[in-house]
């Protein structure tokens, strides 16, 4: 029979080998023997995570976070610190923001020395809306002369560069989503141009042939019934269909002025709006994340109701060129949608090449719904809501 070390040294090994299955079942075996390790916790609920289960991992993490705060000597602070950020991207995992910001509150001050726990705090405030807190947390980051030249220089000129935004008047957070609505736009063509010289068909639509011969539009299995599809690059002769960018790239813009905020998904103001907006920083409009927040709780059924006819219409006029010229910027892409919490629910788009003005027509529609439903926020881009869940 094998021992409890045994089946930790067989679970790690399995971990180094990417093999989480067999480590999540080795943990479990040694934690069968002894539960209250704070270290077999943390190894099985980081495995799941890993495996992209975090429902499954927070009870294991939030054991070995409770469990590690007996263990106070210095030798075991890396150990706690590790627990601590573990758990806490775990609860991002999970939209629970306010639980993740209370953990790095809590590390952040308890070991005020360590550069990233004091680094991670601050960048999840500012990606989460909280801009004021956030920008303070650099600015202290940036005065603390524990921490290296570089690191202060870096902080200081994102607290800088948030100043600068939200100060002056003549700018907003607006500016995010126009720099990579052109920047996307100006990148397509540069990658179309010579498959289009070659005969291939930019931003065409996805068909076939309907019951009665003529071609209808593709929509993928599953998918909301607006959501038809239109492909980057297709070859009229053959078919074969070519990509522009990749979902997975953030497309990083450095917005003149502003360079600093590229480093990080910062989310910005837009005032003037009779809900709160924000902008992220990295707002990729190839494959843009729209979320939308009540003021009050509401069934994921009923947000389905009041939000899908809203998104339809705008995608399907977006999909038929409203927002582009003649010959190009259209809607490409939907993805059906992410309840958050139990107020919120969220969008992706491929926006193509479609202009800017496709953003203000979305909000002005999600205006009218504002004055019958109240809305709390709306977000663009990569970032979080301080209250989704």
């Known amino acids: 029979m094998s021992t409890l070390d045994e089946y930790a040294r067989a679970g790690i090994a399995a971990v180094n080998e990417r093999k989480l299955d067999v480590a999540i079942d080795q943990f479990t075996k040694a934690l069968k023997i002894e539960p209250d390790r704070p270290d077999l916790n943390n190894a099985i609920g980081m495995a799941y995570l890993h495996r992209g289960e975090a429902v499954s991992a927070l009870p294991h993490l939030e054991k070995a976070a409770r469990l590690a705060q007996a263990y106070d000597e210095p030798e075991h602070q890396e150990m706690r610190k590790h627990f601590e950020t573990g758990l806490a991207t775990c609860y991002m995992g999970l939209d629970r923001v306010h639980d993740a910001l209370g953990v790095l509150k809590r590390a952040a001050e308890k070991w005020s020395d360590d550069i990233e726990v004091r680094t991670q705090h601050a960048s999840v405030l500012v990606s989460s809306c909280l801009v004021d807190e956030g920008r303070a947390a650099y600015e202290a980051i940036a005065e603390d002369e524990r921490f290296g030249e570089e690191f202060r220089e870096a902080a200081d000129a994102i607290a800088g560069a948030i100043e600068a935004l939200v100060d002056d008047e003549n700018i907003d957070a607006s500016i995010f989503l126009q720099a990579h ?22 931003e065409a639509a996805r068909l076939k042939h309907g019951a009665d011969g003529d071609p209808v539009p593709i929509i993928a299995e599953g998918a909301r019934n607006w ?24 497309h990083v813009i450095a917005v003149n002025g502003l360079e600093p905020l590229a480093q990080i998904p910062a989310t910005l103001p837009w005032p003037g709006w009779p809900f709160e907006v924000w902008v992220s920083s990295r707002s990729p409009w190839h494959w843009l994340t729209i979320t939308v927040q009540l003021v009050e709780p509401r069934p994921e059924v009923q947000r389905d109701a009041l939000f899908d006819e809203i998104f339809g219409s705008w995608y399907l006029d977006g999909y038929n060129g409203a927002f582009g010229e003649a010959d190009k910027g259209r809607f490409h892409y939907a993805t059906n949608p992410e309840f958050i919490g139990d107020r919120a629910i969220a969008y992706t788009f491929d926006l193509g090449r479609a202009k800017f003005d496709a953003i203000g027509d979305l909000l002005k529609r999600l205006s009218v719904l504002h004055e019958r439903v109240p809305l709390s926020r709306v977000l663009f881009g990569q970032g979080r809501l301080p209250d989704g869940a």
Request: aromatic residues 10%; charged residues 25%; proline residues 4%.
């Open 227 to 250: 959501a038809v599809e239109r492909v980057d690059l297709v070859n009229p002769s053959n078919g074969e269909v070519a990509k522009v960018g990749d979902e997975r790239d953030p």
């Open 181 to 202: 609505a052109e920047s996307y736009a100006t990148f397509f063509g540069e990658h179309a141009h010579q498959l289009v010289a070659e005969g291939w068909y930019a």
